[in-house]
T-cell receptor, first 113, second 113 residues
Framework: EAGVAQSPRYKIIEKRQSVAFWCNPISGHATLYWYQQILGQGPKLLIQFQNNGVVDDSQLPKDRFSAERLKGVDSTLKIQPAKLEDSAVYLC???????????FGEGSRLTVL | KQEVTQIPAALSVPEGENLVLNCSFTDSAIYNLQWFRQDPGKGLTSLLLIQSSQREQTSGRLNASLDKSSGRSTLYIAASQPGDSATYLCALHGSSNTGKLIFGQGTTLQVKP
């Protein structure tokens, strides 16, 4: 069974530039999550989708971050404009059901200079 | 507000030793708890999931326990090996409805040959 796919694995940008990350969850998983993990910390939830609807985006900095899951399958997370403090690993995860076991992708490491 | 704490932040043990990693939480009303492993530069790998009605789960050399009344979970690793070196994170779902996983900071384990 294929796992959660993410791309790109690494991205380096200048501050104020934009960046987009892509995630394809495990087939059949209705719930998709984007987490931000800053070095040395546990992951923090940015946004949770149930199919193509947003369940929780309370910690998403909406002035610069946006995410979509148009067809209820893959998802894109965008940052525009990026700040230095956005340097982190962006992890995508999926689960079969809400509050079920989560499976994570390899992550996308962002460095903002 | 639910808070998850993992102490110590780092642990170093000689190969072959049995060890226990600790996870504590402030609100005993949880739905389930999940232990993850994270290798440097990688995503999170699910190790064990314990439902709130369960006391423990086992997989190979790993055993996770859950005591909701005391707000604690432990991950027991038997006969540790250098390949067990990684960061171990615990995370929990507060309810069956939200899907939001709350993470601890993690314990970085080093097993010395």
């Amino acid at each position: 069974e294929a796992g959660v796919a993410q791309s790109p694995r690494y991205k380096i940008i200048e501050k104020r530039q934009s960046v987009a990350f892509w995630c394809n969850p495990i087939s059949g998983h209705a719930t998709l999550y984007w987490y931000q993990q800053i070095l040395g910390q546990g992951p923090k939830l940015l946004i949770q989708f149930q199919n193509n609807g947003v369940v929780d985006d309370s910690q998403l900095p909406k002035d610069r971050f946006s995410a979509e899951r148009l067809k209820g399958v893959d998802s894109t997370l965008k940052i525009q404009p990026a700040k230095l403090e956005d340097s982190a690993v962006y992890l995508c995860a999926s689960s079969l059901v809400v509050s079920g076991e989560l499976f994570f992708g390899e992550g996308s490491r962002l460095t903002v200079l | 507000k639910q808070e998850v704490t993992q102490i110590p932040a780092a642990l170093s043990v000689p190969e072959g030793e049995n060890l226990v990693l600790n996870c504590s939480f402030t609100d005993s009303a949880i739905y389930n708890l999940q232990w993850f492993r994270q290798d440097p530069g990688k995503g999170l790998t699910s190790l064990l999931l314990i439902q709130s009605s369960q006391r423990e789960q086992t997989s190979g050399r790993l055993n996770a326990s859950l005591d909701k009344s005391s707000g604690r979970s432990t991950l027991y690793i038997a006969a540790s090996q250098p390949g067990d070196s990684a960061t171990y994170l615990c995370a929990l779902h507060g309810s069956s409805n939200t899907g939001k996983l709350i993470f601890g900071q993690g314990t970085t384990l080093q097993v010395k040959p």
